[in-house]
């Protein structure tokens, strides 16, 4: 029995579809639009039977079956004689007049996925989707009128064929299009929140550079190809509804301008009248080109400059809030702006204030000549409209896991997952979902295969947790031969009475306890009511053999270790962890029902000896025991070391009242490291428990004792081949003593409060490998971290965390697990051991091919984690993943996401640099990124000039993503960068999940002065670019670890006075680390932002006020990615030349 079945088809291509009852549908079954004179054409009702289809577009390909999913972005240039590194003037595609194939059919609306399961071909198992899954075109974002976002079009699980070709969809692409040279009066859209399209920045993949912003969108939502059009042709537009749907006839695009730009690109100059580029008065939701002003370092081709007239385009809309702007009609000529010594000042941008930095604009004076051709950053691909895209397509429906290989919405989007039978992307995502069948064809595109697992990952309260499934004594279900666990694609046979495992094909018998009968379908009749075989996701309680030593565990422990050094005490550091650890410890995790947490905790203070603490509930008074023989470190009390917090309250808090008055004197500067592992480790091995070490220490551990270090601090060292030494421990010691830790189930959380270099490389090495976390506060000072340590520390101590873990990734025949990236040890091939993992620790798994796979039965992943609950409860989590397999690299470029991709090439890079000179790291990821785009070019793209840039339409970010890690502090730091922070960094990124490399390396800049004081969303993002900025605006910066709020120099005095609660500029402290509490809306909302940022991420963010032409700005402007970085970083723009210089390498 097949596991595989196809999707319902869809309607005929000129009906509505269900599902849409109550809306508009734009010229569905012929009605006209109102408004729109009925045109001598009937509405397209897909080929006629009987006619000859029309000859392929170029872009078409016969090989694939159906042209391909929007254009790949394309950049292209007609002139050889430019510089090598030139990307050129660009076109937009074709719209293709081939009808979608049948192969995309979709699902109607309301049909749930698990009612595919009833139609008697499928046993036990998850459909796998009839068409390749893909993100739908971002051009669809844009629809005239009410109609739904095309989101609702279907449901969710062909989010990715390929829409009905009907004019509701060409209408969609009119609306996002500007028409030149057409009446000035075009009603403004009425279902858009954006502001009219003209001030909506690209939506497509492929772009005209030509300045005037005006992206082409798509039609198709199928894959690569159609780049540009045949070289003399201008810009095809999308059709009116009534028109021939073939672009491919000259005699019906305008002839070509005399620059080779296509129309709507440049409005003619003065006295040279252009045809028209269609008829008819423009469709609701379209409107008129406004006369573009010329980009800064970029116009191409422009038209001769002439007098200069008409008004300047209107402000820029704030966000997704207000009406659109009143839209002017097209003035002749552009205007030039005189912008000092800037370049010229960019045409308004959506969300974007006015250029910065810059004079004022002076009227209309000519302005200089327009510098020579350089790429404009408006036409290549934008981070934040991809992602805006994305949560206007996806965010609205839910994400149901019914259907194998989809790829879910990006990480940006908010959006809710339904589990049928696949692990929510929250716990895994992959880099694609449609992987290779062989390995020469893998080897050939050089994307990466790789899962980022996350296995405890917080759900939103909307979504159900994993549920636990008791199977008594004799434990869960697995296959005799892999040992694979009961999982929903096992398919049950003879009756029932047996199983054949998905993973290995062995066939098990089912245990008499587990029998059920099958129904007409092959599918158990128990099958909705078992977790394990109709989710992804789901717990088995586990039985006494899946614990150390046959016996079921106790429950962890957690022990403070507080360094009493003079540095501390002084810094006021001691004073402030024994105060919060008082209300704290009410708040250590606990299961569900239960009404007291189950974990014990102990207490040690430490410089170069150990205090030992009894705190035992009998005593009156805390007893201090001193161990100063370390190096040969025992735990010098068994009873009373470890206890229940209420029962021992009141000795706890008098000995946390104690320690800051006992050590305040204290002149002892030196302090020890490895001894205070040891001895916590040795606590926790008497008690015959696992747990977790709290160490809140301060300086390089020089006192004589084992695992002493010395400073080696060498900043020489930077761009040599020693440069690696700086990254690995300065002795094998702590490789060793992670080894124990591990073994015993001891987990490491590192607090470190640093004024100089402290050895982060060979501390963090045991805190690594157990699966802890590593906080660092360089340079603490009480008012302004005070704060961040402390949400640090009660996050830290309350999260979910499992100990004792061991995860393996079980995969079926044809791939297998290779390599592993994250906070582990291992201590052979396939398992990753963890003395703790926390809600926020992903693992990152690497496959390889070791046979053929075949693309009727997919590949499948499962993820099986054993750990201890923090209530000493023995438990397995199981996720399930299945991913279709392609003998297409279309339908791989199809179905990748980059943001995972990412993750992992910035893992790999980090690990990279342990071995390999920094160098020979970054040069690597470049090519194995210009191979990957360079095979896509060479195999998917339709044949065109050298001279373009195409992307693939899901991989158009992997240029500017990519230069972000390579500009990263790791790959290449600034002068200011120390070696602590690089080693700090290259160990948090290794086990950070894809939201979160998401937003490291591409912070998220806010405009806060155009938020809107009313609303509960956040601000529209803005690119991260100096030229976005604007003097007079207010912006906040964010990247999961600080969070900076830019004031601009001519900000008026009345927000600053309404945010800051100060009169001026000038007043503004650099020193606050919080924004005051004032009670007026605009301070409210500003804070309420930031708190919204601050939930969202896993660390809290420190606060950082950057004044405009402060010295503080040097730091600010190292995360405006975009732009050439002082390190020696390249633009957003010279890489995107870099990369196309090394693809056209590759191809020639």
Not at 433 to 457: E, F, G, H, R, W
Not at 596 to 609: D, H, L, P
Not at 962 to 983: F, H, I, M, Y
Request: one cysteine or more; hydrophobic letters at 30%; charged letters at 15%.
């Amino acid at each position: 029995m097949s596991v595989n079945q196809q999707a319902h088809t869809g309607p005929p291509y000129g009906q509505p579809q269900p599902g849409y009852q109550g809306y508009q549908q734009p010229a569905y079954g012929g009605q006209p639009l109102p408004g729109i004179p009925q045109s001598q054409y009937g509405a397209y009702n897909g080929p006629m039977p009987g006619y000859q289809q029309p000859v392929p577009p170029q872009g078409y390909f016969p090989s694939l079956g159906f042209s391909s999913k929007g254009s790949p972005v394309s950049l292209n240039s007609d002139t050889s004689s430019l510089a090598p590194n030139f990307i050129g003037s660009l076109r937009a595609p074709p719209t293709s007049g081939a009808p979608p194939p049948a192969s995309g059919a979709s699902l109607p609306s309301g049909h749930l996925a698990y009612s595919q399961f009833g139609h008697g071909d499928v046993q036990n198992g998850i459909p796998a989707s009839a068409a390749p899954m893909q993100r739908p075109p971002a051009s669809q974002s844009f629809l005239p009128g009410p109609a739904p976002t095309p989101v609702s079009q279907t449901s969710t699980f062909q989010q990715y064929g390929p829409p009905p070709a009907s004019v509701q969809q060409l209408s969609n692409h009119m609306a996002g299009m500007t028409i030149g040279s057409t009446t000035a009066s075009a009603p403004p859209p009425a279902g858009l929140g954006y502001g009219t399209p003209t001030s909506v920045p690209p939506v497509s993949g492929s772009f005209s550079a030509t300045g005037s912003g005006l992206y082409t969108p798509y039609t198709s939502s199928q894959g690569p190809p159609p780049t540009s059009v045949s070289q003399g042709l201008p810009l095809a537009q999308p059709l009116f509804p009534g028109q021939p749907i073939s672009t491919q006839v000259p005699g019906f695009a305008p002839p070509p301008s005399s620059t080779g730009i296509g129309p709507s690109s440049y409005p003619p100059t003065t006295g040279a009248p252009r045809p028209p580029a269609m008829s008819g008065p423009p469709l609701p939701g379209q409107t008129v080109a406004r006369p573009p002003t010329s980009q800064p370092n970029h116009v191409s081709s422009p038209p001769p400059p002439s007098a200069l007239s008409g008004p300047h385009p209107g402000p820029p809309m704030s966000g997704l809030h207000g009406p659109p702007p009143p839209t002017h009609p097209p003035q002749p000529g552009y205007q030039m702006q005189q912008n000092g010594s800037f370049g010229q000042v960019r045409g308004p941008q959506p969300n974007y204030g006015g250029a910065y930095p810059g004079t004022p604009n002076y009227g209309n004076q000519p302005g200089p000549p327009p510098p020579p051709k350089r790429l404009d950053p408006d036409s290549i691909p934008s981070p934040i409209q991809v992602i805006e895209d994305d949560r206007s397509n996806r965010g609205s429906e839910p994400f149901v896991t019914g259907v194998r290989g989809q790829v879910p919405p990006l990480v940006t989007t908010n959006f809710l997952v339904k589990d049928q039978g696949n692990a929510s992307p929250r716990y895994i995502r992959c880099t694609s979902y449609n992987i290779p069948c062989t390995s020469d064809m893998a080897k050939q595109s050089q994307v990466p295969l790789a899962a980022v697992i996350k296995p405890l990952a917080t759900l939103p309260p909307e979504e159900t947790l994993p549920y636990l499934v008791d199977h008594g004594e004799s434990g869960p279900v697995r296959c005799n031969r892999c040992k694979a666990y009961m999982c929903p694609f096992m398919q049950f046979i003879e009756g029932g009475r047996r199983f054949q495992c998905c993973f290995c094909s062995c066939v098990t018998e089912v245990p008499p306890h587990y029998f059920q009968h099958l129904d007409h379908t092959g599918k158990r009749v128990d099958f909705y009511d078992r977790p394990e075989l109709s989710l992804g996701s789901y717990e088995f309680l586990a039985t006494v053999d899946y614990c150390k030593n046959n016996k079921f565990p106790s429950p962890p422990a957690f022990i403070f270790m507080i360094d009493v050094s003079y540095n501390a005490v002084k810094s006021g550091i001691v004073r402030l962890i024994c105060e919060e650890l008082k209300s704290l410890l009410d708040y250590l995790p606990r299961e569900g029902n239960m009404e007291e947490s189950a974990i014990r905790v102990g207490f040690v203070t430490y410089n170069k000896v150990l205090h030992f603490y009894n705190v035992k509930s009998s005593l009156a008074q805390p007893q201090m025991m001193v161990v100063s023989d370390v190096a040969d470190m025992f735990v010098p009390l068994l009873d009373g070391f470890l206890v229940n917090v209420n029962e021992s309250r009141t000795v706890i808090t008098s000995l946390l009242d104690q320690i800051p008055e006992m050590f305040a004197d204290t002149r002892e500067t030196e302090t020890v490291f490895a001894p205070v592992i040891q001895a916590g480790l040795e606590a926790l091995k008497a008690a015959e428990c696992a747990g977790k070490l709290f160490i809140f220490h301060t300086s390089l551990p020089i006192a004589e004792a084992p695992g002493k270090l010395k400073n080696r601090d060498d900043k020489k060292l930077i761009n040599t081949d020693k440069e690696k030494t700086l990254f690995q421990p300065q002795t094998s010691f702590y490789n060793n003593l992670a080894k124990d830790c591990v073994a015993q189930g001891c987990c490491v959380d590192l607090f470190l409060f640093p004024n100089q270099y402290l050895d982060v490389a060979t501390l963090g090495v045991v805190t690594y490998q157990t699966g802890g976390s590593i906080y660092k506060y360089a340079y603490f000072q009480l008012e302004t971290d005070q704060d961040r340590f402390l949400n640090d520390l009660r996050r830290d101590v309350q999260k979910e965390v499992g100990f004792d873990a061991v995860m393996r990734v079980r995969t079926s025949t044809g791939i297998r697990a290779t390599d592993f990236f994250g906070a582990f040890y291992m201590s052979n091939t396939t398992d990753v051991e963890m003395a703790g993992l926390d809600c926020d620790k992903t693992i990152t798994v690497e496959f390889k091919h070791d046979d053929k796979l075949s693309e009727d039965s997919g590949a499948l992943l499962q993820c099986a984690l054993l750990y201890t609950s923090c209530a000493g409860q023995r438990r397995l989590r199981i996720h399930n993943l299945s991913l279709n397999c392609c003998t297409q690299l279309a339908d791989l470029y199809r179905n990748c996401e980059t943001d995972t991709l990412i993750n992992y090439l910035a893992k790999y890079a980090y690990r990279g640099v342990l071995s390999s000179p920094v160098k020979t790291v970054r040069d690597a990821l470049i090519n194995q990124c210009a191979q990957i785009l360079a095979c896509y070019r060479k195999n998917c793209a339709s044949p065109s000039s050298a001279g373009q840039l195409i992307l693939p339409e899901c991989m158009k970010l992997l240029p500017v993503y990519l230069n972000c890690v390579l500009k990263s502090d790791v790959l290449q730091p600034g002068p200011e960068v120390t070696t602590d922070d690089r080693a700090y960094i290259r160990q948090l990124v290794t086990s950070m999940d894809v939201a979160e490399t998401n937003v490291f390396f591409y912070p998220r800049l806010l405009p806060l002065t155009k938020a809107d004081v009313d609303s509960d969303s956040l601000p529209a993002a803005i690119r991260n670019s100096e030229e976005r900025l604007s003097k007079g605006d207010i912006y906040l910066l964010e990247n999961g670890l600080n969070i900076f709020v830019w004031v601009g120099v001519n900000v008026q005095q009345g927000l600053i006075q309404n945010l800051f609660g100060v009169s001026s500029f000038s007043q503004i402290s650099n020193a606050l680390s919080t924004l005051p509490v004032l009670e007026n809306p605009f301070s409210k909302k500003v804070r309420s932002v930031v708190d919204t940022l601050q939930v969202q991420r896993s660390r809290y963010m420190k606060l950082i006020i950057v004044k405009q032409e402060d010295k503080l700005e040097m730091l600010f402007k190292h995360f405006l990615v975009e732009d050439k970085s002082l390190s020696g970083g390249a633009s957003y723009v010279d890489f995107l030349c870099h990369m196309h210089k090394e693809i056209r390498q590759l191809l020639s």
